[in-house]
């Protein structure tokens, strides 16, 4: 079989999508349920790291940098640390 005679794969279509022309809606929810992000905080004078949903929403506190991490990834999810 000569190349002009085999198979071709199926032509494959990707979803893309212009993150520009998102809602409001859509981009608070890209990675609600995968993406967590921690931020220091000051609660009573005392550091501690607040850890928020991707849209904002607050999930928990931790005491200290390492177990709000491990929190995040113990309920497999992404960690990001926000400044």
Do not use: C, W
Not at 22 to 41: D, N, R
Not at 47 to 71: K, S
Request: net charge negative.
């Amino acid at each position: 079989m000569s190349n002009s005679e085999s198979p071709q794969a199926p032509e494959t279509q990707e979803a893309r999508i212009d993150i520009r022309h998102l809602t409001v809606e859509q981009l608070a929810g890209l990675g609600v349920s995968q993406i967590a992000y921690v931020k220091p905080v000051m609660m009573n004078g005392t550091r501690h790291f607040a850890i928020h949903a991707a849209d904002g929403t607050p999930m928990a506190v931790a005491d200290d940098e390492e177990v709000a991490f491990a929190a995040i990834r113990q309920h497999e999810m992404l960690a990001a640390m926000v400044n």
